[in-house]
């Protein structure tokens, strides 16, 4: 079954510091993956994505994210966190046991930038 | 990226009743989703929506309770049929696009309660 993980529903870094949000899946094909955003009482904003081709991948809002195969893995990362980088973060894969464009959503993961 | 707004944002229904929400993209879409999410948590697929041909539901949606319209390439419709509390959540839509292989572009959602 395809599947995506965000193994920490929470994560808590000091403003400035380099940020993680961590993501495993695992899919039946090629591993289309994605990171969004979803900001308090708002809808979710499209961050990046991974297709093909170099594994790090950069984003809006200086976000960036690492595909690593052997490890199944697609953890987003910022050099430096902003306040405003508090939000809840949605890792999602492709659905390749549908034959349109739907993705899998992780569960979240809620990321507390402190000032 | 496409635009995407809600109508209406936030509703208080009686048990029982029915409500609409609609869903309006500033531009032509392929596919448009409906999700609905419980604040703080990951999205639930309720159906996708193609246009010209029948929504496709996901297990544990229904057409009766949850029929879907799509007529045209930046229009859809969810209505929400014989509301309970257990409805209560906040509903999502989202489109992608064709060229930009499945990226998902969210409407700000409405809030339903349900009393």
């Known amino acids: 079954a395809q599947s995506v993980a965000q193994p920490e529903d929470q994560v808590n870094v000091a403003e400035g510091n380099p940020l993680t949000v961590k993501c495993t899946y695992s899919v039946s094909g090629n591993p289309y993956l994605f990171w969004y955003v979803q900001y308090p009482n708002r809808g979710l904003q499209f961050l990046l994505k991974?297709?093909?081709?170099?594994?790090l991948v950069k984003g809006s809002y200086g976000f960036e994210a690492e595909f690593n195969k052997s490890q199944t893995s697609f953890h987003l990362k910022k050099p430096s966190a902003l306040v405003s980088d508090s939000a809840l973060y949605f890792c999602a894969v492709r659905d390749w046991e549908t034959s349109y464009d739907k993705v899998i959503f992780g569960p979240g993961t809620s990321l507390s930038v402190i000032p | 990226s496409a635009v995407i707004s809600q109508k209406p944002s936030r509703d208080i229904c009686q048990r029982g009743t029915s409500l609409t929400i609609q869903c309006q993209v500033d531009?032509?879409?392929?596919?448009m989703f409906w999700y609905r999410q419980q604040p703080g948590q990951s999205l639930t697929l309720i159906a996708t929506?193609?246009?010209?041909?029948?929504?496709?539901?996901e297990s544990g949606f229904v057409i009766d309770k949850f029929p879907i319209s799509r007529p045209n390439l930046t229009f859809s419709t969810l209505t929400v049929s014989n509301m309970s509390p257990e409805d209560s959540s906040i509903y999502l839509c989202?489109?992608?696009?064709?060229?930009?292989?499945?990226?998902?572009?969210f409407g700000p959602g409405t809030r339903l309660t349900v009393t």
């Open positions: 989202s489109a992608t696009s064709s060229g930009r292989a499945y990226e998902q572009y």
């Open positions: 929506a193609n246009q010209g041909s029948e929504a496709t539901y």
């Open positions: 531009s032509q879409v392929t596919m």
């Open positions: 991974y297709i093909t081709g170099d594994n």
